[in-house]
């Protein structure tokens, strides 16, 4: 390497453009920059490096391995760069801020409420921009640096990088509307289930794998779907006012009010699935006073939460009525 040569964050910065874009030529209109100036700049890193970083083809720039390396550290170093900046500004601001977080669609809203209640009376100068998706989406956009934190079900181990924050148990049962045929079974077997048609999620989401790896491990064929979207909350109004099947949060598939109709729990030992829900971080040694302030407000609120049935608790003890009827 040229050690003569003092390497400027410009310099990576043109570098992630070029190789983002796989194009000299786009990349230049993102960063409005002259053709050759680019070039020049991207010489600069090749020649102090004495490596090459990017293949020419008629496609555009390809990475060659020691460019795939350095990108990996230039968007480390971004990330770095940025936390910092936030960390300085963070001194001053003290617990205002700003929070990026994603939100499963199976988070129980009366949770959520709670925490908002009590996150913005304390905390009137911080603002929170939340993105509501499931882990699919989410976790990458989480270990990318484009969200802070991701609440949602926790799976057995954390991926490489994040670390998990539990806060309450839940769990997955299989419901019905309240008016249909099997309710008033004390048990029901997969093999009638498998008969029945249901409203699914889609393939890549955890529970339609896990439904489709009990029928399997049971010599069935997989849930039939009558029909299938990513929202959760579309899956549960289809079947409360069908004969449709879902597999589906008890907190969520039991709440009523605002046009919702409770759903029934179905007594299917099979398919019941205690889950832990939590946040979710990434492994740094810096969060924001304002991030840790949110983990802060959601660990208040969740042990309420963290009995059985602990969100419909609450809301029987401020007089509403219960909203998950599960036989046994």
């Given at each position: 390497m040229n050690i003569g040569y003092v390497m400027e964050l410009r310099d990576l910065e043109y570098f992630v453009a070029v190789a983002e874009h796989g194009h000299l030529g786009r990349a230049a209109e993102f960063l409005r920059l002259s053709q050759p100036a680019l070039s020049k700049s991207l010489g600069r890193l090749e020649g102090a490096m004495q490596v090459k970083l990017f293949r020419r083809n008629a496609r555009g720039m390809e990475l060659t391995a020691?460019?795939?390396?350095?990108?990996?550290?230039?968007?480390?170093?971004?990330?770095?760069?940025?936390?910092?900046?936030?960390?300085?500004s963070d001194v001053s601001r003290g617990h205002a801020g700003h929070i990026r977080a994603g939100v499963s669609p199976a988070v129980d809203d009366q949770f959520l409420r709670a925490v908002f209640t009590e996150l913005f009376r304390d905390e009137p100068r911080l603002t929170l921009k939340m993105f509501v998706s499931d882990g699919d989406e989410t976790t990458p956009a989480l270990i990318g640096g484009e969200l802070d934190l991701f609440i949602n079900f926790l799976n057995p181990a954390p991926p490489a990088g994040l670390v998990y924050i539990p806060l309450y148990e839940d769990e997955w049962v299989v419901c019905c509307a309240p008016n249909h045929r099997l309710v008033g079974r004390s048990h029901v077997p997969l093999s009638e289930l498998s008969k029945e048609r249901w409203a699914l999620g889609e393939p890549v989401l955890a529970p339609r794998q896990r439904l489709h790896e009990v029928f399997r491990d049971d010599g069935l064929e997989p849930p039939r779907g009558a029909f299938e979207t990513r929202s959760l909350s579309l899956r549960i109004q289809a079947v409360a006012s069908s004969d449709l099947l879902v597999y589906a949060s008890k907190a969520i598939a039991g709440r009523s009010g605002a046009g919702h109709i409770a759903l029934h729990a179905l007594p299917v030992r099979e398919l019941h699935w205690p889950r832990c829900m939590g946040a979710i971080c990434r492994k740094e040694p810096y969060m924001?006073?304002?991030?840790?302030?949110?983990?802060?407000?959601?660990?208040?609120?969740?042990?309420?939460?963290?009995?059985?049935?602990?969100?419909?608790?609450?809301?029987?003890?401020?007089?509403?009525?219960?909203?998950?009827?599960?036989?046994?």
């Open positions: 020691e460019g795939s390396l350095l990108l990996l550290r230039a968007r480390e170093l971004r990330q770095s760069v940025r936390n910092v900046a936030r960390e300085v924001s006073p304002a991030v840790r302030r949110f983990i802060e407000v959601l660990k208040r609120v969740a042990p309420s939460a963290r009995d059985a049935g602990g969100v419909r608790e609450r809301s029987r003890r401020n007089g509403s009525r219960p909203q998950l009827r599960r036989e046994v």
